[in-house]
């Protein structure tokens, strides 16, 4: 069974940093485009960034570009997002997500494994 467990979550300042991390098991991890999503209670999920399947190539949202990084490392089957400059806008559980396909995607659909999430919560 495919798993993806996300970790880095926490409390942090406005302005200041985080680094969220997602390991996965279970398939061929190197064949496919992840990406982050985030939800905020009572909010719609929505797209965070997305890397494709050699690390090449990424995407983000326009409400975090320029404040986050994707990177993938194929060797250890690892995602990360380093975040920077949090805003209490930012505050969501923020999700792992595998893509069925290796192109970067922002589409919900295109994502069929997800993490457990893993909170973020930026204070003012």
């Known amino acids: 069974q495919v798993q993806l467990v996300e970790s880095g979550g926490g409390l942090v300042q406005a302005g200041g940093s985080l680094r969220l991390s997602c390991v996965a098991s279970?398939?061929?991890?190197?064949?496919?485009?992840m990406g982050w999503f985030r939800q905020a209670p009572g909010k719609e999920r929505e797209f965070v960034s997305s890397?494709?399947?050699?690390?090449?190539?990424?995407i983000y949202s326009d409400s975090v570009k320029g404040r986050f990084t994707i990177s993938r490392n194929n060797a250890k089957n690892t995602v990360n997002l380093q975040m920077t400059t949090l805003n209490p806008e930012d505050t969501a559980v923020y999700y792992c997500?595998?893509?069925?396909?290796?192109?970067?995607?922002?589409?919900?659909?295109?994502?069929?494994?997800w993490g457990q999430g893993t909170q973020v919560t930026v204070s003012s």
């Open positions: 997500a595998g893509a069925s396909r290796a192109a970067t995607t922002r589409s919900f659909v295109d994502y069929p494994h």
């Open positions: 890397i494709d399947w050699t690390g090449g190539n990424t």
């Open positions: 279970g398939r061929t991890f190197s064949f496919y485009a």
